[in-house]
């Protein structure tokens, strides 16, 4: 039986979709030991950061946070203060000496312990862990904060060595879940009510070459192709999503799976931080430009309307202005639906942060600002192919901005308002579209009922 005299509860999340995933599976934890969700972090007995520390803006932002609840729990000392994620498996014990007020720092691979760990808290110990774990299988619900769209972890971990990235440091070596349990995991939310499941992996291309399997002909089994067909046919779900792609490990057999399998949606993330050779290699990214482009063609040829989406980084070091207009070229020439655009920051026990020929911070202002204007440009231009389609769309919410209307994606993840009329929160609605902006697109519901898959 669940303790309910526990109290309540506040968890806010930095970051990217892993460590959401991994809040929202500590939530359903946090219930089943009798806390309640809190309405504020200022009011609640437990307040748990999860951090990001991909950027050292990321990074600050938590201590300023935690700052404020260490001075409350001077005048509360029950309040329950908890550190977990990426800055959590960074900094360990030394966050311990920066905030003695805390009670428990956690690495992302311990999300799943959250309740063993607290118990040791509650019998009085400071507590520390962030040594390398094998996740457990989750056997509590997570709380999701959504009904309709879940993520499910298909990977955990990160064995690339990116010169630039924390990630395999605060995340640890890959570890991919069993096919067996990602659908089961996918059966039960399906029977909860949702419809639209994102795989998640920092490089999902990774999945499955930590569990065993060759096929007779002498292939690899498990791969992500595989886990795709294994889990396509779970009943009640209609869209499968999955991020983030790596261009190294990117094959043409998972697009021919994208553009056979229904469920899955016609939208492709795969950053290629860069649109310069030299810089690439630098980066230890493992794959050309001339290699990004054949993905891009291929993706094209086999999906002519997939979205396709990026992430690069401008102001790596040594980077030149000439290496600069490469990556403008690349964008100018492919034209991403979206990109998620960075200012190349120092990471700490990265190799890329001792370098020499850093690049200096008014240099990546300007090259962030210009990256910036062009992806507009880009993506404007992108969303004009909609105008006037009717497009697929899984009413997700409520527009924030307009009671009368809902909100949801189109299959290649475009945002799109329409009036809501007789449809709700959860219907898959065909959408007519009349306007059409960079990053989203409004129009009227049609009358026909939506395609089936
Ligand atoms: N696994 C994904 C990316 C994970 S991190 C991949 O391999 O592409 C998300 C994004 O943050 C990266 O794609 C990169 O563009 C950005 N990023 C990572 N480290 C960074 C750093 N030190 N400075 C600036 N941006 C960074
Ligand atoms: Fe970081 Fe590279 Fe791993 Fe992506 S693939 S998480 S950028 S090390
Ligand atoms: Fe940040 Fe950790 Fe994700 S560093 S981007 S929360 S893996």
């Given at each position: 039986?669940a303790?309910?005299?526990?109290?309540?509860?506040?968890i806010?999340?930095?970051?990217c979709?892993?460590?959401?995933?991994?809040?929202?599976?500590?939530?359903?934890?946090?219930?089943?030991?009798?806390?309640?969700?809190?309405?504020?972090?200022?009011?609640?007995?437990?307040?748990?950061?999860?951090?990001?520390?991909?950027?050292?803006?990321?990074?600050?932002?938590?201590?300023?946070?935690?700052?404020r609840?260490?001075?409350?729990?001077?005048?509360?000392?029950?309040?329950?203060?908890?550190?977990?994620?990426?800055?959590?498996?960074?900094?360990?014990?030394?966050?311990?000496?920066?905030?003695?007020?805390?009670?428990?720092?956690?690495?992302?691979?311990?999300?799943?312990?959250?309740d063993?760990?607290?118990?040791?808290?509650?019998?009085?110990?400071?507590?520390?862990?962030?040594?390398?774990?094998?996740i457990?299988?989750?056997?509590?619900?997570?709380?999701?904060?959504?009904?309709?769209?879940?993520?499910?972890?298909?990977?955990?971990?990160?064995?690339?060595?990116?010169?630039?990235?924390?990630?395999?440091?605060?995340?640890?070596?890959?570890?991919?879940?069993?096919?067996?349990?990602?659908?089961?995991?996918?059966?039960?939310?399906?029977?909860?009510?949702?419809k639209?499941?994102?795989?998640?992996?920092?490089?999902?291309?990774?999945?499955?070459?930590?569990?065993?399997?060759?096929?007779?002909?002498?292939?690899?089994?498990?791969?992500l192709?595989?886990?795709?067909?294994h889990?396509h046919?779970?009943?009640?779900?209609?869209?499968?999503?999955?991020?983030?792609?790596?261009?190294?490990?990117?094959t043409?057999?998972?697009?021919?799976?994208?553009?056979?399998?229904?469920?899955?949606?016609?939208?492709?993330?795969?950053?290629?931080?860069?649109?310069?050779?030299?810089?690439?290699?630098?980066?230890?990214?493992?794959?050309?430009?001339a290699r990004?482009?054949?993905?891009?063609?291929?993706?094209?040829?086999?999906?002519?309307?997939?979205?396709?989406?990026?992430?690069?980084?401008?102001?790596?070091?040594?980077?030149?202005?000439?290496?600069?207009?490469?990556?403008?070229?690349?964008?100018?020439?492919?034209?991403?639906?979206?990109?998620?655009?960075?200012?190349?920051?120092?990471?700490?026990?990265?190799?890329?942060?001792?370098?020499?020929?850093?690049?200096?911070?008014?240099?990546?202002?300007?090259?962030l600002?210009e990256?910036?204007a062009?992806?507009?440009r880009?993506?404007k231009?992108?969303?004009?192919?909609?105008?006037g389609?009717?497009?697929?769309?899984?009413?997700?919410?409520?527009?924030?901005?307009?009671?009368?209307?809902?909100?949801?994606?189109?299959?290649?993840?475009?945002?799109?308002?329409?009036?809501?009329?007789?449809?709700?929160?959860?219907?898959?609605?065909?959408?007519?579209?009349?306007?059409?902006?960079a990053?989203?697109?409004?129009?009227?519901?049609?009358?026909?009922?939506?395609?089936?898959?």
């Open positions: 039986m303790d309910s005299s526990r109290g309540t509860y506040w806010t999340t930095f970051g979709q892993m460590n959401k995933a991994d809040s929202e599976r500590m939530a359903g934890i946090l219930e089943s030991m009798g806390y309640s969700a809190g309405s504020g972090e200022d009011q609640a007995d437990l307040v748990l950061y999860n951090t990001c520390t991909i950027r050292d803006n990321a990074e600050q932002k938590v201590y300023s946070y935690l700052g609840q260490a001075r409350r729990k001077r005048d509360n000392p029950a309040l329950t203060l908890v550190v977990a994620g990426c800055v959590a498996q960074q900094e360990g014990e030394s966050l311990l000496r920066r905030v003695p007020e805390l009670d428990l720092v956690m690495g992302p691979q311990h999300a799943n312990r959250l063993t760990l607290l118990s040791q808290v509650e019998a009085g110990q400071q507590v520390v862990a962030t040594d390398d774990h094998h457990l299988e989750d056997i509590t619900t997570a709380r999701r904060d959504s009904s309709l769209c879940a993520w499910v972890n298909v990977i955990y971990g990160c064995n690339e060595r990116c010169t630039y990235c924390v990630v395999p440091s605060v995340r640890g070596q890959e570890q991919s879940r069993l096919p067996q349990a990602i659908r089961l995991e996918m059966e039960g939310l399906a029977a909860s009510g949702y639209e499941i994102t795989l998640l992996g920092q490089n999902i291309d990774a999945y499955g070459r930590d569990l065993p399997g060759i096929t007779p002909e002498g292939r690899r089994q498990n791969t192709t595989d886990l795709l067909h889990v046919d779970v009943e009640g779900i209609e869209r499968i999503r999955f991020a983030t792609s790596h261009p190294r490990y990117f043409e057999r998972l697009i021919e799976a994208c553009a056979e399998l229904p469920k899955v949606c016609e939208h492709f993330h795969v950053p290629f931080q860069s649109g310069d050779d030299k810089l690439l290699k630098a980066m230890a990214r493992g794959y050309t430009t990004y482009r054949r993905i891009v063609e291929q993706i094209r040829k086999l999906m002519p309307d997939a979205a396709i989406s990026a992430d690069a980084i401008v102001g790596f070091p040594g980077e030149t202005d000439a290496q600069f207009r490469r990556t403008l070229e690349l964008v100018d020439e492919i034209g991403f639906d979206l990109l998620n655009t960075a200012a190349y920051s120092p990471r700490p026990n990265t190799p890329a942060a001792d370098w020499p020929d850093q690049v200096e911070e008014h240099v990546k202002v300007e090259r600002k990256l910036n062009l992806v507009e880009k993506a231009a992108c969303s004009q192919r909609y105008l389609r009717v497009e697929e769309v899984l009413a997700e919410g409520i527009n924030p901005k307009d009671g009368t209307q809902l909100m949801g994606r189109t299959r290649t993840n475009r945002l799109t308002f329409f009036p809501a009329g007789s449809h709700r929160v959860g219907d898959t609605v065909p959408v007519r579209i009349e306007q059409v902006r990053f989203s697109l409004s129009g009227s519901a049609q009358a026909q009922p939506a395609l089936v898959r």
